[in-house]
């Protein structure tokens, strides 16, 4: 058997291994892998194969790691509107407790109402941010 059908096995290998687990990382070793055996029917020695599964690959899962974690993350499902329904709705608050709690009728329930650490806090109209609990975490307009 040819070098070349050997990479192009183990690359296969790994994308129905990435099938069956789910880790992104592996399609950027199959991209080594499919590097090496490009290699090999270039008719390069298995030294040249092998670093060339290990340049391509190693750096596609470098590369990729960085750029993952450049990216800004996922938002808090807390403050996701399509998770909670509260998000993004206003309130009207009428004043503050010393403590930083308000209480503010909202749904035809009451609820306690906070506000951002290091926000002061003020009388109007707030826009619910998340929800903290079983508290609301407001915003003012």
Not at 43 to 61: H, S, T
Not at 102 to 127: D, F
Request: proline fraction near 5%; glycine fraction near 12%.
């Amino acid at each position: 058997m040819e070098a070349s059908t050997i990479w192009w096995l183990a690359a296969g290998a790994v994308v129905v291994a990435e099938l069956l687990t789910g880790t992104f990382y592996l399609l950027m070793v199959a991209v080594g892998l499919s590097a090496s055996a490009l290699a090999a029917h270039l008719g390069l020695p298995i030294a040249a194969q092998l670093v060339a599964a290990a340049l391509v690959g190693g750096g596609a899962v470098v590369g990729w790691y960085y750029l993952k974690k450049k990216r800004p993350g996922d938002p808090s499902a807390r403050a996701d509107r399509s998770v909670n329904l509260d998000v993004g709705e206003t309130i009207l608050i009428e004043g503050w407790n010393p403590d930083g709690t308000t209480t503010v009728k909202y749904r035809g329930a009451t609820w306690i109402a906070i506000h951002r650490p290091g926000v002061t806090p003020s009388t109007g109209m707030h826009r619910v941010a998340e929800l903290v609990g079983n508290r609301l975490l407001v915003d003012p307009l």
